[in-house]
């Protein structure tokens, strides 16, 4: 179940944003780098929401405990990262996103409802180094291979998959 045929905005169909948000698909929410804001879609998706479903097996693939503290790759929307503050606390919650545009929406709907993770604009792929090391470290964007500050600035010997789940052990 694909949305990126279909244009919803909010305030133009309340109703059909609100089937869009909760049906269990993805949802495109920026096309070609925000440059594409005409009716139907744009060229390249630029920026998503994830299946909630997918979104809920990647959190559960993290398997993050209380007091780990976990760097995210792709703000987006902004809803992992607040998913993530609701079981981990704000403080150990750091987001990294490449369009400042989109980090500041995300940063605005995070603190609407009253979660203040770090939210970082640059290069995810760089990582965040200046508060690392992280127990954990998921990407919710689009990576070809996994970069070496990711594995630089996770935690060494935490759980039985290591700091990036099944797909890195150091």
Same mark, same amino acid.
């Given at each position: 179940?694909?949305?990126?045929? $279909?244009?919803?905005?909010?305030?133009?169909?309340?109703?059909?944003?609100?089937?869009? =948000?909760?049906?269990?698909?993805?949802?495109?929410?920026?096309?070609?780098?925000?440059?594409?804001?005409?009716?139907?879609?744009?060229?390249?998706?630029?920026?998503?929401?994830?299946?909630?479903?997918?979104?809920?097996?990647?959190?559960?693939?993290?398997?993050?405990?209380?007091?780990? %503290?976990?760097?995210?790759?792709?703000?987006?929307?902004?809803?992992?990262?607040?998913?993530?503050?609701?079981?981990?606390?704000?403080?150990?919650?750091?987001? =990294?996103?490449?369009?400042?545009?989109?980090?500041?929406?995300?940063?605005?709907?995070?603190?609407?409802? $009253?979660?203040?993770?770090? =939210?970082?604009?640059?290069?995810?792929?760089?990582?965040?180094?200046? $508060?690392?090391?992280? $127990? %954990?470290?998921?990407?919710?964007?689009?990576?070809?291979?996994?970069?070496?500050?990711?594995?630089?600035?996770?935690?060494?010997?935490?759980?039985?998959?290591?700091?990036?789940?099944?797909?890195?052990?150091?």
């Amino acid at each position: 179940m694909n949305r990126q045929d $279909d244009r919803v905005i909010r305030s133009e169909t309340p109703e059909s944003w609100w089937e869009a =948000v909760w049906t269990d698909a993805p949802i495109t929410t920026q096309w070609d780098d925000g440059k594409y804001t005409g009716p139907g879609r744009g060229r390249t998706p630029s920026c998503s929401n994830s299946m909630p479903t997918m979104v809920f097996s990647m959190l559960a693939a993290l398997d993050v405990e209380a007091g780990h %503290r976990v760097l995210e790759i792709g703000t987006g929307t902004g809803w992992n990262a607040a998913l993530l503050c609701h079981r981990l606390g704000d403080m150990n919650v750091v987001t =990294v996103e490449v369009d400042a545009q989109i980090a500041a929406t995300a940063r605005a709907r995070l603190m609407a409802a $009253d979660f203040h993770p770090k =939210v970082i604009v640059g290069d995810g792929t760089r990582g965040y180094g200046q $508060d690392a090391p992280y $127990d %954990r470290i998921i990407a919710t964007c689009s990576v070809g291979s996994i970069p070496g500050q990711w594995t630089g600035q996770a935690q060494t010997g935490v759980g039985d998959r290591g700091p990036l789940g099944p797909l890195v052990r150091r």
